[in-house]
């Protein structure tokens, strides 16, 4: 198993956790975004710089990923594609996503995109919090523990 890391967005406290997990499980963690990704010396550790364009990084981990790789990503497209191809994925507020809850969070994120085509004002999620961080690393610590 290794770990996608679709890293255009990530927050710094998310990928300082999974860099701590994946050096103490000993598992090869990939960083994969358009731009240059600053990481911790390490051997299980890797920076992928794609070029840029509207989905460059999600298709280069859609396609070098391979069933049960975990890919941390809060792009749901992305988690759709990952799951299809039999991946696990994790958002970077510690929501597991599965076939059984995908096809509702790609409807929600249809109806949010219709929304702000229409002119409505979301607002966007709100900040990432202790209890955010700490649900991620619960479920990061469940996952690779099975590995």
């Known amino acids: 198993m290794k770990i996608w890391v679709d890293a255009d967005a990530?927050?710094?406290?998310?990928?300082?956790i999974i860099c701590r997990a994946a050096q103490r499980k000993g598992i090869e963690t990939i960083?994969?975004?358009?731009?240059?990704?600053?990481?911790?010396?390490?051997?299980?550790l890797r920076?992928?710089?794609?070029?840029?364009g509207f989905d460059v990084a999600d298709d280069?981990?859609?396609?070098?990923?391979?069933?049960?790789d975990l890919v941390i990503t809060s792009d749901i497209p992305l988690a759709a594609e990952v799951i299809a191809k039999g991946?696990?994925?994790?958002s970077s507020r510690g929501e597991l996503l599965n076939k059984d809850n995908i096809r509702e969070r790609l409807n929600i994120r249809?109806?949010?995109?219709?929304?702000?085509?229409?002119?409505?004002?979301?607002?966007?999620?709100?900040?990432?919090?202790?209890?955010?961080?700490?649900?991620?690393?619960n479920h990061l610590d469940r996952i690779l523990a099975k590995f």
């Open 110 to 137: 249809d109806f949010m995109d219709t929304m702000r085509a229409s002119g409505e004002q979301s607002g966007g999620p709100p900040p990432l919090n202790q209890r955010d961080r700490q649900n991620f690393a």
């Open 87 to 90: 991946g696990q994925v994790l």
């Open 47 to 52: 920076a992928m710089q794609v070029s840029s």
């Open 60 to 68: 280069e981990i859609v396609r070098l990923m391979t069933a049960p």
């Open 10 to 16: 990530i927050p710094t406290v998310i990928k300082d």
């Open 31 to 44: 960083f994969v975004a358009n731009q240059f990704v600053r990481l911790p010396n390490s051997t299980f």
